[in-house]
Each structure stands twice: as C-alpha cells, then as structure tokens.
C-alpha cells in the first residue's frame, strides 16, 4: 500500500497499521479522550464543507426541495404498499421529522466524500463487514441513536465509497469487529427519595387520568405533550370549561412484535425502488437506498400502529401538542387519522428564543393548521403565544431584583452531536468547539476574583466530550454537577449563556443578569431577530468576542443590578419580553384568545 488511508469514523479497527498515514474524512473521526493514539499517528483532516455559510444557504434550499418532492412520491409508494389512499399531509406527519434529517445526513456524507476526492485521485481504506453496520430502526427516536453511532456512520460511508468511487480506492477488509458504542451519555445525580416521590406522583396521577377517560373522552381540546406544567394545565382546561386530562396512558410505547410476522413485507422493501424522477447522481444514490432505510414502523408496522391509532376513544376538534408529533409512535399516528377526520392541529414551539435563518424544512409548520410561537410571528400559520413551557415565569417590573450582592457567575456552555445529524444554521459536528473556545476565552480574561467565583453548567456529552476539556481548563471543581440549569441560574450573581435558544430565554425569565455570549456566524437568524439583537447588543446584553464581554463582566461584577436595572437595559429587556417571551400575568386569557380563534378556524 502507498496511498493515504482514508479513515470515515472513529472505529480504530479502520486506521491500519500505526506506519500507514492517514487522512481523516473529518474532525468526528478524532476523540478527545484517544489523544495520546492521535499524537502517535501522522495524520490530515478534511475541511467541514458546511463551514462554508453560503453552500449551507444554497444546500438547505435544495434539500428543502429535495423532501417535498421525495415526500410525495413516499406518499404515494406507501398508499400503494398498504392500499390506501391518503394525503401527503398524513404521511408527512408520519414520515417527518425521521426524512427531513435522513436527506441531510446523507448529504452531508456525499458532500463529505466528494469533498475528500477534490484534494486527492485515490485512498487505501479499510471497511468494516457490511452485516448489522446500517439496521433497520423502528422510527425516528431510534434512528438518532443510530445516526450518531459511528458504525451506522462508517455503513453510510461505505455504500458512497462503494457506489461512487471504487475506483479510486483500494478496499481490505478488517477482521476486527468492535462493540457498537452508545456515544452519547448523561451525567446526573441520583436522588432516590425525590425520585420515588415523583414515581409515586405519576403512578396516582396516571391512575386518575385513566378514571377520567373512562368518562371524559370528548373533551373540546386534548392537550397532549404540550409541555405545560401539571398545575397550569389544570387551569387552562378549567378555564375553557373542560375537565383536565393528561393523556398519560393512551400513547404507550409501541412493542414489537415477532419478526416472523414482518417477514414479507421486509423482503418486499429489499426489492422494492422508489418512484421518483432523480436528478444527478446524489438523488439517484438516495433513491436506491430510501425504500430500505425507510423505519419499520412505516412498512413492517404499519398496519398494527394505525389500527391502535384508529381504535383509541378520544374525539376532540382541537390537538394541541409540542413534541410527540416528533418521536411518539402512538401520537403520532392518531394525529395523523384524526388530522384526516378533520381535527385540527395545533403545534406549538417546545422552546425558543432568537429564531433561526431557516429551520426543520418548515414541516411543523406543513402538517399544523396552527404553530403557537414564542417570537413574534413570521409565517403565516405562527400565532405568538405565552410559552406553554415557561407560563407562571413573570418579567415584570415586581419581579426585577435589586441586589445581586451573592452567587457565582454561572456559565452555560453547548455541544452538538459528533456527526451531522440534520441541516440546520446551527453549529453542526466540531463548530460546536467554537462556543468552547469562547466560552474558555472569556473565564482566562476575566479579574481573578472571578474566575475564583466561576461555576460552568455543562452540556451533556454527544460525543466531544466539552466537560472533561472544560475541567482540563477551569479545574473540575469549577463544573457544577450537584444542581439542574434552573436550579444553577437562579443561584447566579450573573448568567453566560452561550447559545441564542431556549436557555438564553429561561435565563433572562428568572430575572438574573443575563449575558449572551456566542459565535453569530455558526448561529445564523431570521431577519425579524436582528433588530433585537441589535438592539440586545446596544446594552450589552449581547456578545460575540471573549474580551469584549470579559472586560464587561469585569466592570459589572460589584454591582450588576446598577446596569441590570437601568433605564437602557430595562428597556431592551421589555422588548426581548415583548417580541420572544410573551409571558405575563395575563397568559390563561391569552391562551383562551388564541384557542377560540383556532375553533373559529376548525368551523371554517
């Protein structure tokens, strides 16, 4: 062998000898805690084609087309498969958000490839045995488990390499098979006596809600996962006049069933190719492949989870919900049979705050007849609305402190997935290291005192590991592990947020100082924020550069009420309330407004 060896994920089973060079398809491939292999090993990496901002735009529009077309020719492939007749908003309601995210990893990986190519003729690379690296998933819940796993990766990678260039590399095979990784991990404390007091809770409250649906099944509107909080749901179904449901026992995992019953459809799928009119040789790989990446629970299970999804009692006009319509099977199919009957569907925003450039393909916003916003409206189906999420949360002049004379300066830090795992104008693989980098900027320019009084909530690891880096930087005594963000903000002198989504609205709810220091060029926004922002940055609210926020934070800290509360913050603070967290006093009357308009839309 004389060429470089091209590596496509972490699995060192497919990194050869420790003589061969190697050339790393991206930054993914590389962990954090296996630096001292990296350090014995000549290597290069390839650039991240989404670093470039303009092809993200161009591409993001053009897999944006490429979902809809592929949508309606799903649609019709699965009417035919099952012999029904349904409408691309059914099964779009089924199929989404599991296609939005499969034709952006899989270009992702092409543009990948494509990328390594344009900087070299030919590779030596090592492939894994084809067997179990690409698994069939039941829905989409399972296939994020899959798509960050480096052995599904490598599957990808593979079939491109195989498809696309096999003769331009030069294939062994390895023999070595290693264990297939969970690669993203929590850290939590456990808290027994909590944790069987909130068991308990659930357990009575489930089996109460199990007696109202005996008797309560036509209620007007069902919310269901629509995150409001157990006591604020009571209260906005009392104040609509209806008896309180929760739902909890209706949409119950789906089990499956004997693989001897999904047999001939699963063989069908190997055979089966989409009709689809392709263009190019990107949409002609993605058609071969679609029909057997497809989840089961569209094929194999298809019939079993709408026959429960036809069966279950409960009638309303109006479903409001925030995230089942993402990865709850049950839900998701009796949405989609109800939407049919003529429900109407209400989606609201699970979180937010500055929104992004373009987001999601707009699918919520296809299959709901109306979105509940937390920024002021941009679509034409977006009604702004308290957040169901953060409702009893008041930034009111009574709610403002005084004095901030205690706590510590809390910084919240962000991660992302090691590998792609949708388009989207977010920090997508390493640009995630972006945020680490200012975040560590900003601890190493401020006062001493500071830094001594500098606690960091870390994100949960998806892959790169920011806890351990930050604990390698700020010492592991400076990581806080012993209280949730809420609990960690609320005992803040000042917040650092790091990223312009829902925390950054969850910390300036509280009433704490609030900074939002991020890297805007990875965290692209929609034209309506940036008035905001701008107006967000005139007070110091907002920052972009380490320093700049360091010598600010240093200014503040005796006394961050003083600019907190003054009249120019004050301000800028009301107009952040008014235009991305509607929430007040008045939010049952708000949402009973917004409720009988959407009534008023289910008799149109």
Same mark, same amino acid.
């Given at each position: 062998?004389?060429?470089?060896?091209?590596?496509?994920?972490?699995?060192?089973?497919?990194?050869?000898?420790? &003589?061969?060079?190697?050339?790393?398809?991206?930054?993914?491939?590389?962990?954090?805690?296996?630096?001292?292999?990296?350090?014995?090993?000549?290597?290069?990496?390839?650039?991240?084609?989404?670093?470039?901002?303009?092809?993200?735009?161009?591409?993001?529009?053009?897999?944006?087309?490429?979902?809809?077309?592929?949508?309606?020719?799903?649609?019709?492939?699965? &009417?035919?498969?099952?012999?029904?007749?349904?409408?691309?908003?059914?099964?779009?309601?089924?199929?989404?958000?599991?296609?939005?995210?499969?034709?952006?990893?899989?270009?992702?990986?092409?543009?990948?490839?494509?990328?390594?190519?344009?900087?070299?003729?030919?590779?030596?690379?090592?492939?894994?045995?084809?067997?179990?690296?690409?698994?069939?998933?039941?829905?989409?819940?399972?296939?994020?488990? %899959?798509?960050?796993?480096?052995?599904?990766?490598?599957?990808?990678?593979?079939?491109?390499?195989?498809?696309?260039?096999?003769?331009?590399?030069?294939?062994?095979?390895?023999?070595?098979?290693?264990?297939?990784?969970?690669? /993203?991990?929590?850290?939590?404390?456990?808290?027994?006596?909590?944790?069987?007091?909130?068991?308990?809770?659930?357990?009575?409250?489930?089996?109460?809600?199990?007696?109202?649906?005996? $008797?309560?099944? &036509?209620?007007?509107?069902?919310?269901?996962?629509?995150?409001?909080?157990?006591?604020?749901?009571?209260?906005?179904?009392?104040?609509?006049?209806?008896?309180?449901?929760?739902?909890? #026992?209706?949409?119950?995992?789906?089990?499956?069933?004997?693989? %001897?019953?999904?047999?001939?459809?699963?063989?069908?799928?190997?055979?089966?190719?989409?009709?689809?009119?392709?263009?190019?040789?990107?949409?002609?790989?993605?058609?071969?492949?679609?029909?057997?990446?497809?989840?089961?629970?569209?094929?194999?299970?298809?019939?079993?989870?709408?026959?429960?999804?036809?069966?279950?009692?409960?009638?309303?006009?109006?479903?409001?919900?925030?995230?089942?319509?993402?990865?709850?099977?049950? *839900?998701?199919?009796?949405?989609?049979?109800?939407? &049919?009957?003529?429900?109407?569907?209400?989606?609201?925003?699970?979180?937010?705050?500055?929104?992004?450039?373009?987001?999601?393909?707009?699918?919520?916003?296809?299959?709901?007849?109306?979105?509940?916003?937390?920024?002021?409206?941009?679509?034409?189906?977006? /009604?702004?609305?308290?957040?169901?999420?953060?409702?009893? $949360?008041?930034?009111?002049?009574?709610?403002?402190?005084?004095?901030?004379?205690?706590?510590?300066?809390?910084?919240?830090?962000?991660?992302?997935?090691?590998? /792609?795992?949708?388009?989207?104008?977010?920090?997508? *693989?390493?640009?995630?290291?972006?945020?680490?980098?200012?975040?560590?900027?900003?601890?190493?320019?401020?006062?001493?005192?500071?830094?001594?009084?500098?606690?960091?909530?870390?994100?949960?690891?998806?892959?790169?590991?920011?806890?351990?880096?930050?604990?390698?930087?700020?010492?592991?005594?400076?990581?806080?592990?012993?209280?949730?963000?809420?609990?960690?903000?609320?005992?803040?002198?000042?917040?650092?947020?790091?990223?312009? %989504?829902?925390?950054?609205?969850?910390?300036? *709810?509280?009433?704490?100082?609030?900074?939002?220091?991020?890297?805007?060029?990875?965290?692209?926004?929609?034209?309506?924020?940036?008035?905001?922002?701008?107006?967000?940055?005139?007070?110091?609210?907002?920052?972009?550069?380490?320093? /700049?926020?360091?010598?600010?934070? #240093?200014?503040?800290?005796?006394?961050?009420?003083?600019?907190?509360?003054?009249?120019?913050?004050?301000?800028?603070?009301? %107009?952040?309330?008014?235009?991305?967290?509607?929430?007040?006093?008045?939010?049952?009357?708000?949402?009973?407004?917004?409720?009988?308009?959407?009534?008023?839309?289910?008799?149109?």
């Amino acid at each position: 062998m004389g060429n470089k060896l091209l590596v496509v994920t972490a699995l060192e089973e497919t990194w050869g000898n420790v &003589n061969e060079e190697l050339f790393f398809s991206g930054e993914w491939c590389k962990k954090y805690e296996r630096q001292q292999i990296l350090e014995s090993r000549i290597h290069e990496t390839n650039a991240f084609h989404w670093d470039d901002r303009d092809k993200l735009n161009t591409d993001y529009d053009y897999l944006k087309s490429l979902h809809h077309r592929l949508l309606k020719s799903l649609s019709g492939f699965l &009417n035919n498969l099952h012999g029904v007749n349904y409408p691309v908003r059914y099964w779009q309601i089924i199929l989404d958000p599991w296609l939005l995210s499969y034709v952006g990893v899989i270009f992702d990986k092409w543009e990948t490839i494509r990328k390594v190519f344009d900087s070299h003729n030919e590779f030596d690379v090592i492939f894994l045995p084809d067997k179990d690296l690409v698994r069939t998933y039941l829905c989409w819940s399972e296939y994020m488990k %899959e798509v960050v796993d480096d052995r599904w990766n490598q599957g990808i990678y593979q079939r491109i390499l195989i498809s696309e260039y096999s003769d331009k590399v030069h294939i062994s095979y390895s023999e070595l098979l290693g264990d297939a990784e969970i690669e /993203v991990s929590t850290s939590r404390n456990n808290k027994p006596v909590k944790a069987i007091a909130k068991h308990l809770f659930s357990s009575l409250l489930s089996g109460f809600d199990i007696l109202l649906g005996k $008797f309560f099944r &036509n209620n007007k509107i069902a919310f269901v996962g629509s995150f409001f909080n157990f006591y604020a749901l009571i209260r906005m179904n009392i104040a609509i006049g209806q008896v309180p449901r929760f739902y909890l #026992n209706d949409f119950p995992a789906f089990k499956k069933k004997q693989i %001897e019953k999904i047999v001939p459809l699963a063989e069908k799928r190997v055979h089966e190719q989409l009709d689809f009119n392709h263009s190019g040789r990107f949409e002609h790989f993605v058609k071969k492949w679609i029909i057997r990446d497809l989840p089961s629970s569209v094929i194999e299970y298809y019939s079993e989870l709408y026959s429960k999804a036809s069966r279950l009692n409960i009638n309303p006009k109006i479903i409001v919900t925030a995230n089942p319509h993402w990865g709850n099977l049950a *839900a998701k199919f009796w949405f989609a049979v109800q939407v &049919n009957r003529g429900v109407k569907l209400v989606i609201l925003e699970h979180g937010g705050s500055l929104p992004a450039h373009k987001e999601l393909f707009d699918f919520e916003e296809d299959i709901a007849d109306s979105r509940g916003t937390w920024f002021l409206p941009y679509h034409s189906k977006h /009604v702004q609305v308290p957040p169901s999420k953060l409702v009893g $949360f008041r930034t009111s002049q009574s709610n403002r402190r005084k004095k901030y004379d205690g706590g510590y300066l809390c910084l919240v830090s962000s991660e992302q997935a090691r590998y /792609v795992y949708r388009v989207h104008f977010y920090p997508m *693989a390493q640009q995630c290291l972006a945020t680490f980098d200012l975040l560590t900027g900003l601890y190493h320019k401020l006062n001493k005192n500071i830094q001594e009084e500098s606690r960091l909530k870390a994100y949960y690891n998806q892959g790169w590991n920011t806890r351990a880096r930050y604990s390698e930087v700020m010492g592991p005594e400076k990581i806080i592990s012993d209280l949730n963000l809420k609990q960690a903000m609320l005992e803040s002198r000042i917040i650092v947020c790091s990223y312009p %989504e829902t925390t950054f609205s969850e910390a300036m *709810a509280t009433g704490v100082p609030t900074i939002l220091l991020y890297p805007d060029y990875l965290y692209e926004r929609n034209p309506i924020a940036y008035p905001l922002i701008e107006i967000l940055r005139s007070v110091k609210i907002i920052f972009t550069d380490s320093e /700049v926020a360091a010598n600010h934070i #240093n200014q503040i800290w005796s006394d961050p009420g003083k600019w907190w509360n003054s009249s120019e913050t004050l301000h800028a603070r009301d %107009e952040f309330r008014r235009q991305a967290l509607n929430i007040d006093f008045n939010w049952v009357k708000d949402w009973k407004d917004y409720l009988k308009k959407v009534e008023k839309l289910s008799s149109t």
